[in-house]
């Protein structure tokens, strides 16, 4: 089956500082990559769609500058929290799909903590 | 933004017991998906039904999809202590490839 491999699976960071996170498709082309963030007990927000050769798109509320994408090729997308500040704490995963209309296969997340 | 809302929030039950839990959605779908998360993990894919099924079924799961209400369930049957984790519903977002999850159903199976 599809697997997407993300890395780091958890990070801490002192304030100011930058965090890249890296998601892989293993054994699939991954033309779009989405992103997700979830607080604890919440569910997940989608925050950016990030697409093979081309500029992300963001959801209303989400600042591009601080919340980098890129997606250089075909498996694999990076998500950059930049200038982090304790708010940026959370849970981060991105997931893909072969197919529309198929089940998603997501990572196994990254967990964030800015001191 | 939210596509809608589960309920329960949180559901405890005996091991054996079946467990079903509510989603209900805002705007038109391509498909419903269920996903399970295990506390700190990632999802994991159960069971997608197109807006054209009522009906799926895939191994103890049962998922209901009545696009009349905007509403799905889904069944455990003969739920066991490996089936706690939270539960949630998404819907695409038209052709766009997103996925609009809901609130999320935390369920405890008690062995």
């Known amino acids: 089956g599809a697997v997407v491999s993300q890395h780091p699976s958890w990070v801490i960071c002192k304030s100011g500082t930058s965090v890249k996170i890296e998601c892989r498709s293993l054994?699939?082309?991954?033309?779009?990559m989405f992103w997700y963030r979830q607080f604890p007990k919440q569910s997940l927000m989608l925050m950016a769609t990030?697409?093979?050769?081309?500029?992300?798109?963001?959801e209303q509320g989400v600042e591009k500058d601080k919340f980098l994408i890129n997606h250089a090729s075909l498996t694999l997308s990076t998500l950059t929290v930049t200038s982090a500040h304790p708010e940026d704490s959370s849970f981060y995963i991105c997931?893909?799909?072969?197919?529309?209309?198929?089940?998603?296969?997501f990572g196994s997340g990254t967990r964030l903590t800015v001191v | 933004s939210q596509q809608g809302e589960e309920d329960p929030q949180a559901l405890s039950i005996q091991e054996g017991e079946n467990a079903t839990m509510n989603c209900s959605y805002k705007?038109?779908?391509?498909?419903l998906q269920w996903y399970r998360q295990n506390s700190g993990r990632g999802l994991v894919h159960l069971i997608l039904?197109?807006?054209?099924?009522r009906e799926k079924h895939s191994g103890r799961l049962r998922v209901t999809l009545d696009t009349s209400k905007k509403s799905s369930s889904l069944l455990i049957t003969a739920s066991r202590a490996a089936d706690t984790a939270s539960y949630f519903c998404?819907?695409?977002?038209?052709?766009?490839?997103?996925?609009?999850f809901g609130q999320g159903t935390t369920l405890q199976v008690k062995p």
């Open positions: 998404a819907t695409d977002r038209g052709n766009t490839g997103k996925l609009i």
């Open positions: 054994d699939f082309q991954a033309t779009t």
């Open positions: 990030s697409n093979e050769g081309s500029k992300a798109t963001y």
């Open positions: 039904i197109r807006s054209n099924e």
């Open positions: 997931t893909s799909t072969k197919t529309l209309n198929y089940g998603y296969t």
């Open positions: 705007t038109s779908i391509n498909n």
